[in-house]
């Protein structure tokens, strides 16, 4: 009898757990709406058709640094094609990120993940890392650490002429 009682706590206990479902390849990407370094409001639904690249990094993040011209280069190109690139900081220091962005030169939006909401949705844990969300709002990749011009062109290309 103790055993069935305890059997009994341990699946009321598994079932009032918090239950996350991992995101996969070709899950929707997760909406949000968001307030870039411009004061313009980001929502990731209104910007279907174009694939979109959402770069989860850090003000001291060393491959955030060497990478980030890449990313500027492929938004510059292909943003009229549709491409949309948006920085995700995980910092919530507005100043260190604003001078990470004037050092960058970047051009692209670049919002500040206030609390982690984002990450959390996307279920990043671990930065740098960048989400590749098809033209059709499918998670096409997930790329841990700093992204080189050859894996932009292999992810992206396809999308582009």
């Not at 909406?31 to 870039?36: G, L, P, V």
């Not at 500027?72 to 507005?94: A, W």
């Amino acid at each position: 009898m103790l055993f069935v009682l305890l059997l009994g706590f341990l699946l009321l206990l598994a079932a009032c757990g918090k239950s996350e479902r991992r995101l996969q390849l070709g899950d929707p990407a997760p909406d949000f709406t968001a307030t870039d370094q411009h004061g313009n409001t980001i929502r990731l639904a209104e910007l279907a058709g174009g694939p979109v690249v959402l770069r989860f990094w850090s003000v001291d993040c060393k491959y955030c640094r060497a990478d980030t011209p890449i990313f500027n280069d492929y938004y510059r190109r292909y943003k009229d094609q549709g491409l949309m690139v948006i920085y995700i900081s995980l910092n919530e220091d507005q100043e260190m990120v604003r001078r990470f962005i004037a050092d960058l030169e970047i051009e692209f939006p670049v919002i500040i993940d206030h609390g982690g909401r984002i990450a959390e949705q996307y279920r990043v844990r671990l930065d740098p890392q960048a989400v590749f969300i098809n033209p059709e709002h499918k998670l096409a990749t997930a790329v841990l650490g700093g992204v080189g011009e050859e894996e932009m062109a292999r992810l992206l290309g396809g999308y582009l002429q």
